[in-house]
């Protein structure tokens, strides 16, 4: 019978003096991450609500949670049918919540909020229960549901985990750390230390946005390096397994060449916004000052809507949004998503199709520099 397991202690990084990761490498992150938002300037509103649904889609692949462009879409508009897709809208609200109120300062408690908007409306009634709090319990990586035998990493007991989430939090709020190192291990100490009982992972990951955010990397967008982490998941889970056994450098080293193939991606989708409603325009052809003619202006903000929150962002009556959602219809502008007559979810199919493709040109990028 098992009598005792053996756990990890991650060690206190509040002090932690960094090692030198190639300053090349991590200037050009940098760079690249500040050289989207130049690009995107534009269109950086409607650009930065695509990235983080983005970055939840990929984030929620590298835990098994998986639904098509189309499925996430009807979650948006509100439909409950597919577990995998809300989790992905809840891992969107997670983001969402940590990423804005990290522009000062990190705190505990705004970790705590993303976690219980990622797990509140959790299938799992205990997961429920334990939305936004630490866990009191001990976890384990592998193994079985039931042991951890076997298990390939088994995290600090809980009665150790506020004291190591405390020194995460003063790490992370160091000014005299270089910002793409600081996320890194911020990241893979937070995935050590497995605060919570489930959602850890998600969480982890939008602590990387957090912290490029609070550090002035990306102050008005999300990059999507999930989708860059995702492009081989043995490889990320070794640079965890690599952080966990002293050597932190293969991680920060990593997640330069992920987001400097997520920002380079992303500038083409930046582009794209911007050419997008002058595309719909000559597609549809609306009269100047038209209700379909505002519409199309407020289309890349609001790309998966109902006639309701429509008519809301507009402030156009419903009757005539109703009328213009049609010729975009017949245009082939936005499709409905939701087959149900009140309420129907439409999409604008364009920005839709968009996340497969980002996702698929930041894998190839990212293979690319890793093989380089």
């Known amino acids: 019978m098992l009598s005792e397991i053996v756990v990890s202690l991650p060690p206190a990084i509040a002090e932690l003096t960094p090692p030198d990761a190639p300053d090349r490498d991590l200037a050009r992150a940098r760079w690249e991450a500040r050289d989207l938002e130049r690009v995107g300037d534009g269109v950086l509103a409607p650009l930065a609500g695509f990235l983080i649904r983005m970055e939840s889609v990929a984030s929620s692949r590298i835990e098994h949670v998986e639904a098509t462009p189309v499925a996430f879409a009807r ?48 299938p799992d009634p205990d997961e429920r229960r334990s939305a936004g709090q630490v866990r009191d319990v001990q976890n384990w990586i592998g193994g079985s549901q039931h042991s951890p035998r076997n298990a390939l990493y088994v995290p600090p007991p809980p009665e150790d985990v506020p004291a190591l989430l405390d020194d995460l939090v003063a790490f992370v709020n160091r000014d005299d750390v270089e910002p793409v190192t600081q996320a890194a291990i911020a990241h893979a100490q937070f995935e050590s230390i497995h605060p919570f009982t489930d959602g850890n992972g998600r969480i982890g990951r939008a602590l990387i946005g957090a912290v490029l955010r609070r550090r002035g990397v990306t102050p008005h967008t999300v990059l999507p390096v999930a989708s860059a982490l995702a492009a081989d998941t043995p490889h990320y889970f070794s640079l965890l ?79 005539s949004v109703y009328r213009s959602v049609a010729t975009l219809e017949e245009h082939h502008v936005v499709d409905a998503v939701t087959e149900r007559v009140r309420g129907r979810a439409y999409a604008a199919m364009d920005v839709l199709d968009e996340f497969d493709d980002l996702d698929a040109r930041i894998r190839e990028r990212v293979t690319l520099l890793r093989d380089t």
């Open 241 to 319: 397994t690599a952080y966990r056994s002293g050597d932190p450098l293969p991680i920060i080293t990593d997640l330069s060449l992920s987001i400097e193939a997520a920002a380079r991606e992303a500038r083409g989708t930046a582009r794209s916004f911007a050419r997008y409603e002058e595309t719909w325009r000559a597609q549809v052809g609306p009269r100047a000052g038209s209700a379909t003619d505002l519409i199309l202006s407020h289309l890349l903000a609001l790309p998966v809507f109902t006639v309701e929150q429509l008519a809301r962002a507009t402030g156009i009556p419903e009757r």
């Open 75 to 122: 979650a948006i508009g509100g439909l409950r049918e597919n577990e995998s897709a809300m989790s992905m809208v809840a891992a969107g609200a997670a983001i969402v919540t940590l990423i804005e109120a990290s522009s000062e300062r990190v705190v505990l408690d705004e970790i705590l909020a993303a976690h219980a908007a990622l797990m509140l409306n959790d």
